[in-house]
């Protein structure tokens, strides 16, 4: 079973950047897309970013597009979300998923995915 592990997360103020980082374990990392979602108090999970297998195709939210850019290390089993010019409306748990079909482009809707990180809290100030 895949166990992913997020990292990264934490306190920033207004235009600052992050990275987060999710660990994966086993060795079929490379076979599924990725992706981030997030979750803010009060509201639904809501799609950030997905990167394909390869790493070579990503699809990015428009909430977030121009600021977050998703990337993959197939030799480190582990994907990012580069943050930058944070907003106090990117406040949220982070989560990172692995799509559950092998080698699709990296869908935006949590349904396709199967394995779930715990999460990690970004917390942008004003």
């Known amino acids: 079973q895949v166990q992913l592990v997020e990292s990264g997360g934490g306190l920033v103020q207004a235009g600052g950047s992050l990275r987060l980082s999710c660990a994966a374990s086993g060795r079929t990392f490379s076979w599924y897309a990725m992706a981030w979602f997030r979750q803010a108090p009060g509201k639904e999970r809501e799609f950030v970013a997905a990167?394909?297998?390869?790493?070579?195709?990503?699809n990015v939210a428009d909430s977030v597009k121009g600021r977050f850019t998703i990337s993959r290390d197939n030799v480190k089993n582990t994907a990012y979300l580069e943050m930058s010019s944070l907003k106090p409306e990117d406040t949220a748990v982070y989560f990172c998923?692995?799509?559950?079909?092998?080698?699709?482009?990296?869908?935006?809707?949590?349904?396709?995915?199967?394995?779930w990180g715990q999460g990690t809290q970004v917390t942008v100030s004003s």
């Open positions: 990167i394909n297998s390869s790493g070579g195709s990503t």
């Open positions: 998923a692995k799509e559950a079909v092998p080698f699709h482009l990296g869908s935006d809707s949590d349904r396709d995915y199967d394995r």
